[in-house]
């Protein structure tokens, strides 16, 4: 059984930094993709940042030059910085492996002073 887990979110002051870390555990072959999702109250869930098994990255407008992805081996990190009070959300992360789709079950994120 495949199992991802968030953890990293937390309470920060606008402009403050955060690392959300997604560990994926169980049987699963290769991944081919990974990808933080954020949804916040009463909006649609956007794909935030993803990278794929290759190395390759994409990031949505809004968070270009502040956010950044990486991974190893069954982990993916999102360093955030230069927080706003409108990056808060639950992030969660999302894993692709052979047609598979595993999500977790998400940390919250709140930017506020």
């Known amino acids: 059984q495949v199992q991802v887990v968030e953890s990293g979110g937390g309470l920060v002051q606008p402009g403050g930094s955060l690392r959300l870390s997604c560990l994926v555990s169980?049987?699963?072959?290769?991944?081919?993709?990974m990808d933080w999702y954020r949804q916040a109250p009463g909006k649609q869930p956007e794909l935030v940042a993803g990278?794929?098994?290759?190395?390759s990255t994409n990031f949505a407008d809004s968070v270009k030059g502040r956010f950044a992805i990486s991974g190893a081996k069954n982990t993916v990190y999102l360093q955030m910085a230069n927080l706003k009070p409108e990056d808060t959300a639950v992030y969660s992360c999302?894993?692709?492996?052979?047609?598979?789709?595993?999500w977790g079950q998400g940390t919250q994120v709140t930017v506020s002073s």
């Open positions: 999302h894993v692709q492996s052979r047609g598979i789709d595993y």
């Open positions: 169980g049987t699963i072959f290769s991944i081919d993709a």
């Open positions: 990278i794929t098994g290759g190395g």
